[in-house]
């Protein structure tokens, strides 16, 4: 069974500019997690959806938003793109919203913004 | 506040040696998960092990063990006879819950040497 698919594995954009990352869930897994990990440091939690709803937000700025599909893939979309977003963007699955269950992660989108 | 902990930011081992990797958290919860994560070179974190805050028993899956003490509010994991396979960067999580907001730790990055 294929895991977390994410893409594009890497790109390259220049502040100012938008950027789009995709994800798609391990199957039957109906909720997405985007995650940013900085360069030496842990991941940070972005977003959580689940059946296509937004159900937990942290504390990243309103250029970053997020929507699920009707199949339950998931995309991340970033405005205005600075420096600091340079950054691996990790997606991670599970089968509902409850914490009791392992999050199964991508191998990530990293991102340079130039 | 949530917060997780890993004050060992490098280990270096030699082959065969035993190695733990310390990790402390911050929570008013008193329903809570810990995790561990293994983040090899490709990106993807791995899971290990979960274990809920109303379980103190420690756990050994092979070569790994971890020890976990809520007085102390420390969640250890070990290698036993590490191996150059288990070079990695390791992460410790908290999930206080609802949801799947992890707080991950910085990280340790442990080099098996051969």
């Known amino acids: 069974d294929a895991g977390v698919t994410q893409s594009p594995t890497h790109l390259i954009k220049t502040r100012g500019q938008h950027v789009t990352l995709r994800c798609s869930p391990i199957?039957?897994?109906?909720?997405v997690s985007w995650y940013q990990q900085v360069l030496g440091q842990g991941p940070q939690f972005i977003f959580q959806?689940?059946?296509?709803?937004?159900?937990g937000r942290g504390n990243f700025p309103d250029r970053f938003s997020a929507r699920q599909f009707p199949n339950y893939s998931s995309e991340l979309n970033v405005n205005a793109l600075l420096l600091g977003d340079s950054a691996l963007y990790l997606c991670?699955?599970?089968?509902?919203?409850?914490?009791?269950?392992?999050?199964?992660f991508g191998e990530g989108s990293r991102l340079t913004v130039l | 506040a949530q917060k997780v902990t890993q004050a060992q930011t490098e280990i270096s081992v030699v082959e065969k040696e035993d190695v733990t990797l310390d990790c402390v958290y911050e929570t008013r919860d008193t329903t809570y998960y810990l995790f561990w994560y293994k983040q090899p070179p490709s990106g993807e974190l791995v899971f290990l092990i979960r274990?809920?805050?109303?379980?103190?028993q420690n756990e050994i899956s092979g070569r790994y063990s971890w020890n976990f003490q809520k007085s102390t509010s420390s969640f250890n994991f070990t290698i036993t006879a590490s191996q150059v396979v288990d070079s990695a960067v390791y992460f410790c999580?908290?999930?206080?819950?609802?949801?799947?907001?992890?707080?991950f730790g910085t990280g340790t990055s442990l080099t098996v040497i051969p």
């Open positions: 959806y689940y059946e296509k709803e937004e159900r």
């Open positions: 199957s039957g897994h109906k909720s």
């Open positions: 999580a908290l999930n206080p819950g609802p949801g799947n907001q992890f707080y």
């Open positions: 274990r809920n805050s109303f379980d103190e």
């Open positions: 991670a699955s599970s089968s509902g919203t409850a914490y009791t269950g392992e999050l199964f």
